[in-house]
């Protein structure tokens, strides 16, 4: 696609249900990261998916929280027992290759709100 | 660890004026990636400009430049001739140069250009 498409755009739901938050990147980029943005807060690192894997899950805040990329393009985030905290704009970025000198495209991200 | 700090909360600025953001970070490391970023109510992150710290010359990028400092750990951005369509979040940010593959965001400036 032309640039980084993610759905829902916004997502509401209720504490405790469970949550799936899709991310398209473009076409033939091999990496692809989640961040979370919390309100007045800057993005923070979830996940780093090189291909199918994830080379990096350090930042996953805990295990209801888990990121799978079967076919190594479209990601998908899933949230089980959602709590308040969780409520945030989760934002999806891809690369070409994953190197650091290679430009980041973002999506503009899910807003997830949890009542 | 490394932090990124910006300072300003919130700017305002009249439209052809000239401004400065300010950022400042920590690390231990000697090669890295700085990055400013700009956030539109649209959330699509969206680079403006990038500086490797190995290269003293600073970046620019049309009206947009940065003033790095490495000693002092400082990294600003000047934005000349300033445009209604530069109000935005902004966004410093930083990044290891080999070994990890996170950016790691200050919490923002707001930028309010007026007519």
């Known amino acids: 696609g032309a640039g980084v498409s993610q759905t829902p755009s916004n997502k509401v739901t209720e504490k405790g249900k469970y949550v799936e938050l899709r991310c398209d990147p473009i076409?033939?980029?091999?990496?692809l990261y989640w961040y979370r943005q919390s309100l007045g807060q800057g993005p923070e690192f979830l996940i780093y998916?090189?291909?199918?894997?994830?080379?990096?899950d350090s930042g996953l805040p805990n295990d209801r929280f888990f990121a799978v990329r079967p076919e190594g393009s479209v990601s998908t985030l899933k949230i089980q027992r959602t709590e308040r905290g969780d409520s945030a704009v989760y934002l999806c970025a891809s690369s070409l290759n994953g190197f650091p000198n290679e430009k980041l495209f973002f999506g503009s991200g899910t807003q997830l709100s949890v009542l | 660890a490394q932090t990124v700090t910006q300072s300003q909360p919130e700017m305002s600025v009249q439209e052809a004026e000239t401004v400065t953001l300010s950022c400042t970070y920590d690390?231990?490391?000697?090669?890295?990636?700085l990055f400013w970023y700009k956030q539109p109510p649209s959330r699509q992150m969206i680079l403006v400009i990038r500086?490797?710290?190995?290269?003293?010359q600073n970046a620019t990028e049309n009206r947009f430049s940065v003033n790095f400092q490495k000693a002092a750990k400082s990294f600003s951005l000047k934005i000349s001739d300033s445009q209604l369509g530069d109000t935005a979040m902004y966004f410093c940010a930083f990044m290891k140069h080999r070994g990890d593959d996170k950016i790691i965001f200050g919490k923002g400036t707001r930028l309010h250009i007026l007519p």
């Open positions: 500086q490797e710290a190995y290269k003293q």
């Open positions: 690390t231990s490391e000697s090669n890295y990636y």
């Open positions: 076409s033939g980029h091999t990496a």
């Open positions: 998916f090189q291909g199918t894997g994830a080379a990096d």
